[in-house]
């Protein structure tokens, strides 16, 4: 490590590294391949409902925190020498959760917590014993309810106006309401913007707030600009990704339009087997599907991740900026001080002044035909298999990874929805309920009783 002295600042106390207790046993290379696709067999399956989309979402935020340490890490290794990954991880509590991919449902070192109460006799040790047990399905639950809310509070205006746009322009087109034909195309065209505009700064948001952990650092305007602004051409390299990922879903979600063409007999199934069929079929679509969306996460978070540093180094980010986590784990990695930068001559700076200008203007003009293109398979999409409200409502790349389109005639999907909000409704009572009474009483002092003089 660097003999540079600690910066003194707010975040002294939180970053100040514990000591390291016992050892994670890692996992064998045997049973790297089973984990690895059992995990994906659950993303899979959650992909089929809009609650297990949610915890899809709260799995990939964990997953894409792994990768931006991992990338911090790497950025750390090329200046000085450092133990593995996992070494790097293990040796802090902070950290140390994320030696391996996050789970679904037990916490992170399940086996090792059990252990250690093996031989507690309190009444609250069964309660203990199901926290642990359950500790990262709460965990992706809640990580995945503040990102998508985060997520719609951005996109689902636009999304609104789009469905409203082709529910308006079908009735102009049956009731040939001419002198109102205007109306649908134009707020389609106010959605686009409105959705292009968004996804200039969601992906980018949503790193942050998966590297950070905290759902408020979504709307730390400033930084995230900023991150965009110097990381320009990946943020380009990104969206391009979106665009060339969703073609396979817009694939993906109008073949079954076609099946009664090729197969006649499907006609004639009952309702009770198409939905069977169905189900079986959306969710092998999640062998794309799940995959296509942890990725973009990933892809987004190493980005941030690279970012930061730069900014941290460059001057163009402040360390009170950042989270207390990313803080605690830049501070380790000896990343989170300025470093001193050559002095180029006055004509370089100026020509690289110049370039990054003209290809900022470039990319912002590509960024904005790429997110035009991504929509477009949007409605190209809805023309081959309309899916209704839930078609427009939900892009599975950038909101929830929900696939499944079902039939209105054989499933309501209102079911889906309700279902989604009287689970994330009960389990916020149920969590404010448990905080307030689980926290500790403040003891009440009487006031001393004054010593009469003698």
């Known amino acids: ?231 320009w051409l990946a943020s380009l390299g990104l969206a391009a990704l979106y665009a060339l990922v969703n073609v396979p879903i817009l694939v993906l979600k109008s073949a079954p339009e076609s099946w009664p063409q090729k197969h006649p007999e499907l006609e004639s199934l009952g309702n009770h087997e198409v939905l069977k069929m169905l189900n079986h079929y959306f969710f092998w679509c999640g062998v794309y599907v799940f995959p296509a969306f942890a990725l973009l996460r990933i892809m987004a978070a190493r980005i941030y991740a690279t970012a930061v540093v730069e900014g941290l180094q460059r001057g163009w980010i402040c360390h009170e900026s950042l989270g207390a986590f990313e803080a605690r784990a830049l501070q380790r990695l000896d990343l989170v001080y300025p470093r001193p930068q050559p002095d180029r001559h006055p004509v370089l700076k100026i020509a690289v002044w110049a370039g990054t200008r003209l290809g900022r203007a470039v990319s912002y003009t590509l960024l904005f035909v790429i997110w035009f293109v991504f929509i477009a398979q949007i409605y190209i999409g809805e023309f081959f298999k309309s899916t209704l409200a839930i078609g427009w409502l939900n892009q599975p790349l950038v909101q929830v990874p929900f696939f499944r389109y079902i039939p209105s005639r054989i499933e309501n999907p209102i079911f889906q929805i309700l279902l989604a909000v009287f689970l994330a409704g009960s389990a916020g009572l149920i969590r404010s309920l448990y905080l307030k009474f689980s926290r500790p009483k403040p003891l009440l002092i009487s006031p001393a009783v004054p010593v009469p003089p003698a």
């Not at 990768?67 to 950290?95: E, M, N, P, V």
């Not at 679904?104 to 070192?109: D, E, N, S, T």
């Not at 529910?167 to 102009?172: A, E, S």
């Open 1 to 231: 490590m660097s003999d540079i002295p600690p910066v003194i600042s707010e975040f002294s106390v939180s970053l100040a590294t514990p000591a390291r207790a016992e050892p994670e046993t890692k996992p064998s290379s045997w049973t790297r391949f089973p984990l690895f696709f059992w995990k994906l067999f659950l993303g899979m399956f959650a992909g089929l409902s809009l609650v297990g989309g949610m915890l899809a979402v709260g799995w990939s935020y964990r997953l894409a925190q792994r990768f931006a340490l991992k990338r911090w890490w790497k950025l750390a290794r090329r200046r000085q020498y450092l133990g593995s990954f996992g070494d790097f991880l293990d040796a802090d509590a902070a950290t140390r959760p994320h030696l391996r991919w996050p789970n679904w449902i037990l916490g992170a070192q399940y086996s090792r917590q059990r252990r250690k109460l093996e031989n507690e006799t309190s009444p609250s040790y069964l309660w203990r014993i199901l926290g642990l047990a359950t500790l990262s399905l709460r965990r992706n639950f809640w990580t995945g309810l503040q990102g998508v809310f985060n997520t719609w509070v951005f996109t689902l205006p636009a999304c609104v106006l789009w469905w409203f746009a082709w529910y308006d322009g079908w009735n102009n087109s049956f009731n040939k309401g001419y002198e109102q034909a205007f109306v649908g195309p134009f707020v389609s065209f106010v959605g686009i913007f409105a959705f292009i505009a968004a996804m200039y700064y969601l992906p980018m948001a949503q790193a942050r707030q998966a590297v950070t952990g905290q759902w408020k650092s979504f709307y730390q305007f400033r930084l995230v600009w900023d991150v965009i602004r110097h990381r």
